[in-house]
């Protein structure tokens, strides 16, 4: 056998070789969380939101009002709807000669829903939660008496 390793597969004759892989695995898993979780969660600051809302009808949006607390689908608060618009969803349709052009659709509507809320920043993002909030994202958008899917469209620090 080698001078690290003996027959019984410890090393220096006293750790055994499979417990080190399970500890240094624990370890690795201990700063992931923390990295991922504790780490960098920066001071607390108002931040604005804007997500837009697409094709939804006139009884999904007519729920929306400002001032309601609103949450992810994993219960995080997001912060209160500050304002919101409403515009009816483009849609393409062809004429006779199968051009087609655009005109707005008499069912559903784009709302882009503006939302005031309280998260820790760090160098890289703004979190509500452990969420983070970047341009792009899609959540899960729930107020009182609805629940759409929602894409963020912007973010930006409040006040300083």
Avoid: C, W
């Amino acid at each position: 056998m080698s001078p690290f390793l003996d027959d019984r597969g410890r090393l220096f004759g006293k750790v055994s070789v499979v417990d080190l892989v399970v500890v240094l695995l624990l370890l690795a898993l201990v700063a992931f969380a923390y990295i991922r979780f504790a780490a960098g969660t920066g001071a607390e600051k108002d931040y604005r939101l804007t997500l837009t809302v697409e094709k939804v009808r006139r009884a999904t949006f007519a729920q929306f009002k400002e001032g309601d607390v609103v949450h992810d689908d994993a219960g995080t608060p997001l912060g209160r709807i500050e304002s919101f618009s409403v515009e009816p969803t483009p849609t393409e349709v062809a004429d006779d000669r199968g051009n087609l052009f655009s005109r707005p659709s008499p069912v559903f509507s784009d709302v882009t829903v503006v939302i005031r809320g309280r998260g820790a920043v760090s160098a890289s993002t703004i979190r509500a939660g452990s969420v983070p909030l970047r341009v792009g994202k899609v959540l899960t958008l729930i107020g009182p008496g609805y629940e759409v899917k929602t894409q963020i469209m912007g973010v930006e620090l409040v006040g300083g």
